[in-house]
């Protein structure tokens, strides 16, 4: 298997590919919740973050 060739084993491949699944659930989960949120009017939570450093930093150039 191909697995083999790139000298992973069987279970380091199970782990990786389970972390990579966790990954991209919460990316989406956090993804779907700030749509949701831009949806309803509100400013986002990146949004807000963003808009606090700029108020610290000044104006980006």
Do not use: C, P
């Amino acid at each position: 298997m191909i697995w083999n060739e790139l000298g992973v084993s069987g279970g380091t491949a199970l782990i990786v590919l389970a972390a990579l699944y966790f990954v991209i659930k919460w990316a989406v989960r956090n993804g779907i919740q700030e749509a949701h949120t831009r949806m309803n009017g509100e400013k986002g939570r990146i949004r807000q973050l963003w808009d606090g450093f700029i108020s610290e930093n000044g104006t980006v150039e």
